[in-house]
């Protein structure tokens, strides 16, 4: 029995005699932000995927007759409306519940939409430099340059809003982090040993930047990620408040803001409500995003114990 006690604990060690039930808890280092930020994320992850789980009610479901009733807790609320009702009698948990499922969808699609295109002109940048790296460095500066509400305007004047024309707005303006970023670490990983080797040995381009220089982007790639996620939905958030995102009735934070602005004074939840689940989702996504630079760079990494 000791000896099987012994073979069982040695199973849970590595060879430098660390358990890996306390590295799994190193890897916060005891910051309890960091541990909260991703708690709150994956609550709100959680109640999106669930919405019809949890919210109990549909979110365009209206009521006139309980219109701007109070959280429940509230004298006067009503416990079947948790945080209250809106100017429509509509339930604003269901609502927000709802609302974190489009603004995720739309941070989410917009990232993919604008990382791959930035991602890709940014290698080729990099890569190529010359004329290339000249023209696309232009077009980043020029869209740099144009304010992200005009364009927004032009954009959607043009096809009219919507969830799709909202991603495609996001997508062209959330590109060039990623081009300019990207670029500057190709610029640096092009000129290595093991690059030179590649060509050396007669590596076409594609094979040396998929196999060789991409790689050596990632950890930069999963940071401008994690924080442009948060961006993109204050973003959408900003686009549906001045009516050019997601339209009525399918529900946002942004456009829950805009419908409550009315009624800050005499309903404060229904404006109130959306912005806090707004500030707090971005937070808790900045800071987790904050933690996963510095783990990553390993200038920034520190030896803490318990």
Request: proline share 5%.
């Amino acid at each position: 029995m000791p000896r099987m006690r012994v073979e069982v604990a040695s199973r849970f060690r590595h060879a430098d005699g660390t358990d890996r039930v306390r590295e799994s808890l190193r890897w916060f280092r005891g910051n309890v932000v960091s541990a909260a930020s991703v708690v709150i994320i994956l609550f709100v992850v959680c109640t999106a995927l669930l919405a019809p789980l949890v919210s109990g009610q549909e979110p365009t479901t209206q009521n006139l007759s309980m219109r701007l009733q109070p959280p429940g807790l509230l004298p006067g609320g009503d416990p079947a409306h948790p945080l209250g009702t809106d100017h429509l009698g509509r339930d604003v948990w269901s609502r927000l519940v709802y609302g974190s499922r489009i603004s995720l969808l739309v941070a989410l699609a917009s990232v993919v939409g604008g990382g791959v295109l930035g991602i890709s002109l940014g290698l080729v940048s990099g890569y190529f430099g010359r004329f290339t790296d000249t023209v696309i460095m232009a077009l980043v500066d020029a869209m740099l340059a144009m304010p992200f509400v005009l364009l927004a305007v032009a954009v959607v004047t043009v096809i009219g809003g919507g969830m799709l024309n909202t991603v495609m707005v996001l997508i062209m303006t959330g590109w060039v982090v990623y081009a300019r970023v990207v670029r500057s670490v190709v610029l640096s990983v092009r000129e290595r040993e093991f690059v030179l080797a590649a060509r050396a040995v007669g590596a076409d381009s594609l094979r040396i930047i998929s196999a060789h220089i991409f790689p050596n982007t990632v950890n930069e790639i999963v940071v401008i990620v994690a924080l442009q996620v948060a961006e993109m939905i204050i973003a959408e958030a900003a686009l549906s408040f001045m009516g050019l995102g997601i339209q009525p009735p399918m529900p946002s934070w942004g456009n829950m803001i805009a419908d409550g602005r009315g009624y800050i004074t005499s309903a404060w939840w229904v404006v109130t409500l959306p912005g806090v689940a707004i500030t707090i989702t971005v937070l808790a996504i900045n800071f987790f995003g904050d933690w996963l630079r510095r783990k990553l760079d390993p200038r920034s990494r520190r030896v803490v114990g318990f």
